[in-house]
């Protein structure tokens, strides 16, 4: 390389990096003032930012085409309009800032603090809804944010970014609140990420950027690619399960993480599924034409052709060597298996779908595990099924965090047609590396502070003492037999009357209950686990040879309906399940990321 072309090079890095360094301190300076707005002043700034990004969607989704070549217009609106309209709707009324809730009865406030500069890194595929989308959730989170576009998409991303900036101002935000980067290299999104004054990466794109973002030392949202598997199960209307497969794998040209990547299904739903598709005007291709697909969709490296990402399926066959009517929307290719071997079994980010048929089943479950372990860990799956059982098996063995019914996958992923979070960035769990498993909403770009109030002294705080502190001041029986009945009457069990038990148990306890409490101390077992009960019902003392009347049958309360809470943390999910009972939320629950995660184990979140 000439050294007229390194010194060229090395300028827009440092042109970059400096760009960065001044668009981070304003930004940062900008967010001094915005903590002083409470959450009624965010919302209106919020409102007015998607107004503008709704009345403007058309015309940057006609920009983003017309700059990357990826995708159509029609179907990046409806990605713009996901981020500039069911996004916001979907915002309201959540308290992001200040006071979010108090507990009386655990002397606890909840309190939302904005974590600073959003450092968001923006992807070619989606590039103006990705804008709109971040732009948002940051601002209503009472946040800065810095765009950093891809530079391939660096035209319609800063146009998006002055159309929200400028409405975030008139609306009353302060000057420089967002910023964007007119001249992003991979040097200057890496100061961006690593700049002290970043408080949360969100980052969207390749494997290399992500990566990049959880190496940089700060708080990073990053997100795994996808390989989506699609089970068509028997129960299933297979007409309508073909038809939204098809729109969904060509929705966007298939630039969509979430698209579907192979239709699964039994042997015994081949002929059926095969007429569908072709009634869908769907192409199958031949062994060859499959094999040249192959050889033009991915590179040697494993990753996908860039001159091949979202294009239109003829464009992609012309450019393998063979021809398809021009309005086909998919081309097909049957596989008989996953991996290395089986290129196509990969992910593709183009109208091209893999279709397996199995045996059974079982069978069709362990390929579509087998597809999501091949480069889509913790995405994203779906199943076409009208028997519940064999959707909540699937769900249960899939290693994906979005598994979705009877929906086209983009769009069920994404919340335009299922009720998950309307979200461009997809957390896909620990398993891919990533922190979260959630759809990335503004509760992510909080921090909650706790003001907790004394309830009790530090002596209190334990309901016994340790067994080698009870031999060391000497306990004897009768001071054991208090400690047990204290025990049980704060979790409601009532002790025995004095004429129940013998003398030698005073309290009310018998002294049956005070050896299988002694016992179940030195088994580690729960004093209720090892029958620890009173009165006549614990089978020990004179009182388990008297007959006694059943106690009445208590009246029914009339039934209420129940509460929906506004936020849930961990704490609280812990407490429900202390308790054995359910929390119910609404759509504008915050629920935290280790609050959702604990709940999911436990089914303990009803949703209203």
């Given amino acids: 390389m000439a050294q007229g072309t390194q010194d060229q090079l090395a300028d827009k890095d440092l042109v970059s990096i400096q760009e960065v360094r001044t668009k981070v301190d304003k930004a940062y300076a900008a967010w001094q003032k915005y903590l002083s707005y409470g959450q009624e002043r965010i919302d209106a700034i919020v409102e007015h930012m998607a107004e503008t990004a709704r009345a403007h969607a058309l015309r940057l989704a006609e920009l983003a085409v017309e700059e990357t070549g990826y995708g159509n217009a029609r179907d990046k609106l409806a990605k713009n309009l996901l981020c500039a309209d069911l996004l916001p709707r979907r915002m309201r009324g959540m308290k992001t800032v200040g006071i979010l809730r108090e507990l009386p009865e655990e002397r606890v406030v909840e309190i939302g603090v904005p974590v600073g500069?959003?450092?968001?890194?923006?992807?070619?595929?989606?590039?103006?809804?990705?804008?709109?989308?971040?732009?948002?959730?940051?601002?209503?989170?009472?946040?800065?944010?810095v765009l950093s576009p891809h530079p391939g998409a660096k035209r319609c991303t800063c146009e998006t970014a002055s159309?929200?900036?400028?409405?975030?101002v008139e609306a009353g935000a302060p000057e420089d609140i967002m910023q964007c980067i007119g001249n992003a290299t991979l040097d200057g999104t890496n100061a961006l990420m690593k700049h002290e004054r970043t408080g949360v990466i969100l980052s969207t794109g390749g494997s290399g950027i992500v990566r990049a973002a959880y190496s940089s030392g700060k708080p990073a949202f990053g997100v795994g690619p996808g390989n989506v598997p699609v089970l068509v199960e028997r129960t299933a209307d297979v007409a309508e399960a073909v038809e939204k497969i098809v729109i969904g794998k060509s929705f966007d040209f298939g630039t969509v993480c979430s698209s579907e990547q192979a239709l699964v299904a039994e042997d015994v739903l081949k002929d059926r599924i095969l007429a569908e598709l072709k009634k869908a005007k769907a192409y199958f291709c031949t062994p060859e034409q499959k094999d040249a697909l192959a050889k033009l969709l991915l590179t040697p490296n494993w990753t996908v052709n860039p001159k091949c990402v979202g294009q239109a399926a003829p464009k992609i066959a012309r450019m393998a060597g063979f021809e398809v009517p021009e309005d086909t929307p998919i081309l097909v290719v049957e596989l008989e298996g996953v991996g290395k071997q089986h290129p196509l079994s990969a992910e593709k980010l183009s109208p091209v779908l893999s279709v397996y048929f199995m045996k059974d089943f079982d069978a069709c479950v362990g390929i579509c595990r087998s597809i999501l372990r091949f480069g889509?860990?913790?995405?994203?799956?779906?199943?076409?099924?009208?028997?519940?059982?064999?959707i909540r098996r699937y769900?249960?063995?899939?290693?994906?965090?979005?598994?979705?019914?009877?929906?086209?996958?983009?769009?069920?992923?994404?919340?335009i047609t299922t009720n998950v979070f309307p979200a461009m960035t997809l957390g896909c769990g620990a398993a891919a590396g990533n922190i979260t498993s959630d759809n990335i909403g503004p509760q992510h770009l909080i921090n909650i502070k706790r003001l907790a109030y004394a309830v009790r002294k530090a002596e209190e705080a334990f309901e016994m003492p340790s067994e080698s502190a009870s031999r060391a001041a000497g306990a004897d029986r009768q001071t054991v037999a208090?400690?047990?009945?204290?025990?049980?009457?704060?979790?409601?069990?009532?002790?025995?009357?004095?004429?129940?038990?013998?003398?030698?148990?005073?309290?009310g306890v018998s002294a049956g209950v005070v050896d299988r409490f002694l016992a179940a101390r030195k088994s580690g077992r729960a004093p209720e686990q090892a029958g620890v009960q009173t009165g006549a019902s614990c089978g020990c003392g004179p009182a388990a040879a008297t007959e006694t009347k059943p106690p009445a049958a208590p009246v029914p309360a009339a039934p209420s309906a129940p509460t929906v809470v506004d936020f849930v943390c961990e704490f609280d999910v812990r407490e429900a399940i202390k308790h054995s009972r359910k929390i119910f939320i609404g759509p504008k629950t915050i629920v935290t990321p280790s609050?959702?995660?604990?709940?999911?184990?436990?089914?303990?979140?009803?949703?209203?």
């Fill in 117 to 145: 500069v959003i450092a968001a890194i923006l992807p070619v595929t989606n590039p103006t809804s990705t804008a709109i989308y971040k732009s948002l959730i940051s601002l209503k989170a009472g946040n800065a944010v």
């Fill in 163 to 168: 159309l929200l900036y400028g409405a975030a």
């Fill in 376 to 390: 889509g860990l913790g995405h994203t799956c779906g199943i076409y099924s009208q028997d519940d059982a064999k």
């Fill in 395 to 415: 769900a249960l063995e899939m290693p994906a965090m979005r598994v979705l019914v009877n929906t086209p996958t983009p769009q069920g992923s994404t919340g």
């Fill in 482 to 507: 208090r400690a047990v009945e204290k025990y049980l009457q704060k979790r409601g069990i009532a002790a025995a009357s004095p004429a129940q038990t013998p003398a030698s148990a005073p309290l």
């Fill in 595 to 608: 609050a959702r995660d604990l709940a999911g184990e436990f089914d303990i979140l009803v949703g209203t």
